[in-house]
């Protein structure tokens, strides 16, 4: 089946079908630096990559966007603009379109805001469409909120819309937890052309949530680039330690120097007020799913320490740290220190700390359930693209074209690409 990829981000959409067996022959994206990551992901080769690394990122940024780095993929920067005179013919059309309007975390402007407003251009360009040239499969997804926006009139309103270009429409609420460990309820519709295709694609299920974050959550060592330091007892000092290869949930050793003690991996929202509760919790348990990545909210994991300071701060050693020096901030997210460390190692039997290079403390909190110190930090950009299905390999190829800002947000913007697999698959 080919397809074509409409408000397409970094491609979340284009590696689950491809996975599925699928072929992408279009996209469609907004958003300059998504677009970048797209391209680096998806279309350049291995000698554009080359020559792209001899230049510094932005240069890297603006030059990817020219024509020639697609290789053939059709493309529209503008849903706005784009004509189905213009359009290749494809079997499918995929189509996350901007969700802020419709979740509950905004203003909820439903089909009347200027983002999510956006779907109608789907439907425009389909009413554009001869009908031998309709897609037989269309595949839409947004936030749950979608579904009670309007008291359910901007729902209908697509379902209609659907019905009247002559689309019978079925739809669920996936949750991507079924596949990856993270909380992330999302309504997928799956439109069927009439006369074409009569098969069901839903129900999807995944495995029930059984999911290991050990891929998925740490990773440190000389990829990285950072270093375990724990305290000296005897000399209330910094000391290296052996570098754990990978952080992992309870059900795993720590390391290979004590393969008999385990490790907490705590989900965190908003690293820097573990103790605030505000829309809910901040803290999970040990071994539940992260929460649902979005492109605003910070993530994170609070980790066992055993040993630290009486007032619960890791000592600093030498590298980066997450600042938490103003925990009891009184905005919504708190405040983190420009210098975020991209990973925090562990060890069961002393105080964790990570390099840094000055007296910036790693801020733990008591746990008496755990009877020890929750160290805290955000979670890096790879972990976040894990967390959506992504393969490292993918995700360094997006890391080569932007910051960790555009990362995050692109990760939470993006669909799980376990989840959209999983429906090529079924079509």
């Avoid at 490292?392 to 932007?402: G, Q, S, T």
Wanted: hydrophobic residues 35%; charged residues 25%; glycine residues 10%.
């Amino acid at each position: 089946m080919k397809f074509i990829d409409f408000f397409s981000g970094v491609g979340g959409f284009t590696r689950g079908l491809e996975l599925a067996g699928h072929e992408c022959i279009g996209h469609c994206e907004f958003d300059k630096f998504a677009e970048a990551s797209y391209r680096s992901i998806h279309t350049i080769t291995e000698e554009q990559r080359a020559r792209l690394g001899e230049l510094d990122k932005k240069k890297r940024q603006k030059e990817i966007l020219n024509s020639e780095y697609l290789n053939g993929e059709w493309y529209a920067n503008d849903v706005r603009t784009v004509r189905a005179t213009n359009m290749p013919i494809a079997d499918c059309w995929t189509f996350g379109a901007p969700c802020q309007d419709f979740s509950i975390a905004g203003r909820r402007a439903g089909l009347d805001g200027e983002r999510s407003s956006l779907v109608r251009e789907i439907f425009r360009i389909l009413e554009e469409t001869e009908e031998k040239n309709k897609p037989t499969w269309l595949i839409y997804e947004n936030v749950k909120g979608m579904l009670s926006s309007n008291r359910g009139l901007d729902f209908l309103s697509i379902l209609s819309e659907m019905d009247r270009l002559g689309y019978d429409a079925e739809w669920q609420i996936v949750n991507s937890r079924w596949f990856v460990p993270q909380n992330r309820e999302r309504v997928y519709v799956v439109g069927h052309y009439r006369g074409r295709s009569r098969c069901s694609i839903f129900p999807v299920k995944g495995n029930g949530g059984k999911n290991s974050t050990r891929q998925l959550i740490g990773g440190v060592g000389a990829k990285t680039g950072l270093y375990a330091f724990g305290i000296d007892k005897t000399s209330n000092k910094p000391q290296e330690l052996q570098i754990s290869n990978c952080l992992m949930t309870k059900d795993y050793g720590v390391s290979k120097r004590r393969s008999e003690d385990t490790a907490i991996a705590i989900p965190v929202l908003t690293p820097a007020r573990a103790e605030k509760k505000q829309n809910g919790r901040r803290c999970k348990e040990a071994g539940e799913e992260m929460f649902t990545l979005t492109a605003q909210d910070q993530h994170g994991i609070a980790i066992k320490v055993r040993e630290a300071t009486k007032r619960g701060y890791a000592i600093a050693g030498v590298g980066d740290s997450i600042n938490l020096s103003v925990p009891s901030s009184k905005t919504r997210r708190g405040r983190v220190g420009e210098n975020i460390a991209n990973t925090l190692d562990t060890s069961c039997n002393q105080g964790v700390v990570t390099p840094t290079n000055d007296t910036k403390g790693i801020w733990a909190v008591w746990s008496e359930k755990y009877n020890c110190y929750l160290a805290i930090r955000k979670l890096t950009p790879k972990e976040c693209f894990r967390l959506q299905g992504w393969a490292d390999d993918y995700f360094e190829r997006a890391e080569f074209m932007n910051s960790s800002n555009q990362l995050y947000k692109q990760a939470g913007n993006g669909v799980t690409v376990n989840v959209v697999q999983a429906i090529g698959e079924k079509i």
